[in-house]
């Protein structure tokens, strides 16, 4: 067990690192972010921050000396800092989740190999093994990028036998990967995603159930509860946590689905980090996922994940920006809401740079009611629509 007073070290600066410690401060925790950007948000705000490249092996043993245990925020780490910060001080979740995670194959041969429900894949490392791969899957279809994959990046969806007249065409728009996942599409109904939480002793507990809606393969909005029959919410549940056992996660892990036509449950992608889908939980949930996350890397009890209200969260984009600052006074008139900014600098479109969420006594009504006040905030309407 680390006890409070102990020093958490974060690889990443982005959001999750910075929600991570903000949770951790009322437990007594001190962090240190390590990151190779200059202007990191979690930087801004943790008691260390070292800014170094990844590669950099004798700034990452420094790193190492001056924390107690060591957690991640996002999956681009390379192996090689992994390897060697593993060697030094604990890391949770362990470098081997990372690997897996962080990589569509691996993650793909991890489900498939343990029984865990999924889409069919084949791989291509050349355009020649990518057409033969599309025509074994069929249309529709959609192409990945095996690495580096995330937010929709590295995806093209194939919907007729044409698109792949020239695959090398195809090859080239993926920035010529090393290999890519064909898999096939999943016509569903809806896409949800399950946050569970595991200690080292195999505790594990799962948060409520999201239903989530994308834009342009970005997260926009994740209401709760779900709004689904109980035993499917407890097969996502239960799926979560078997994931969690089989990878050993010490730690948080996201799991995101698709509910398919005949309401079975497709694993889609696994994040073993905290959860852009998870974020409703700090306003919405007893303890937040960033909470339960520090609970389980130190080996506290874990916290009940119990809502005590409703909630819709909704992704704050740098599109929001496009017109000059936003009227944040306008979104606040609304005592329901509770806003979240990063401190990430300059707004691009498609950055994430805040959220808030809607707490509501009316879980149905909840959606309608917050869609409304992004539009407002946002004054440019937008047509929502689920994309794989």
């Known amino acids: 067990?680390?006890?409070?007073?102990?020093?958490?070290?974060?690889?990443?600066?982005?959001?999750?690192?910075?929600?991570?410690?903000?949770?951790?401060?009322?437990?007594?925790?001190?962090?240190h972010v390590y990151c190779p950007e200059k202007n990191a948000t979690a930087g801004a705000i943790a008691d260390t921050f070292t800014q170094a490249s990844y590669e950099d092996l004798e700034a990452l043993e420094a790193f190492a000396s001056q924390v107690d245990c060591i957690t991640f925020e996002f999956e681009n780490i390379p192996s090689q800092a992994l390897s060697k910060l593993s060697t030094l001080k604990p890391i949770a979740p362990n470098a081997n989740v990372l690997y897996i995670c962080q990589h569509r194959q691996r993650e793909k041969d991890f489900l498939k190999s343990n029984g865990f429900p999924c889409a069919d894949f084949r791989y291509a490392t050349s355009p020649e093994e990518l057409e033969k791969a599309v025509k074994a899957i069929g249309f529709p279809s959609v192409i990945k990028t095996a690495a580096f994959g995330y937010?929709?990046?590295?995806?093209?969806?194939?919907?007729?036998?044409?698109?792949?007249?020239?695959?090398?065409?195809?090859?080239?728009?993926?920035?010529?990967?090393?290999?890519?996942?064909?898999?096939?599409?999943?016509?569903?109904?809806?896409?949800?995603?399950?946050?569970?939480?595991?200690?080292?002793?195999?505790?594990?507990?799962?948060?409520?159930?999201?239903?989530?809606?994308?834009?342009?393969?970005?997260?926009?909005?994740?209401?709760?509860?779900?709004?689904?029959?109980n035993e499917i919410s407890e097969k996502a549940a239960a799926l979560a946590k078997a994931i969690a056992d089989a990878l050993d996660v010490v730690g948080l892990i996201a799991i995101e689905y698709f509910l398919d036509s005949e309401h079975q449950l497709i694993v889609n992608e696994m994040a073993p980090r905290p959860h852009n889908s998870g974020h409703y939980s700090i306003d919405t949930c007893i303890t937040s996922q960033f909470e339960q996350h520090i609970r389980a890397i130190t080996d506290l009890p874990f916290g009940s994940t119990e809502l005590h209200s409703n909630g819709v969260m909704i992704n704050l984009l740098g599109d929001v920006w496009s017109q000059g600052a936003p009227d944040w006074a306008c979104l606040l008139k609304d005592p329901r809401i509770k806003l979240h900014l990063y401190d990430k600098g300059e707004a691009r479109p498609g950055r994430k740079m805040g959220h808030f969420t809607l707490l509501h006594s009316d879980a149905k009504s909840a959606e309608s009611d917050s869609q409304a006040l992004f539009l407002q905030l946002n004054s440019q309407k937008e047509s929502l629509s689920n994309t794989q």
């Open 151 to 229: 937010d929709g990046k590295g995806q093209i969806k194939l919907t007729e036998p044409k698109n792949i007249s020239d695959c090398s065409k195809l090859w080239s728009r993926l920035d010529k990967p090393n290999k890519v996942v064909v898999e096939k599409w999943i016509n569903h109904i809806g896409e949800y995603s399950v946050v569970c939480a595991r200690k080292k002793s195999g505790e594990t507990t799962t948060f409520p159930m999201a239903k989530n809606v994308h834009i342009n393969h970005i997260l926009h909005s994740s209401s709760v509860p779900a709004l689904l029959p």
């Open 1 to 31: 067990m680390f006890a409070p007073g102990s020093t958490i070290g974060i690889l990443g600066g982005g959001q999750l690192g910075r929600m991570i410690i903000l949770a951790g401060r009322p437990l007594g925790f001190r962090f």
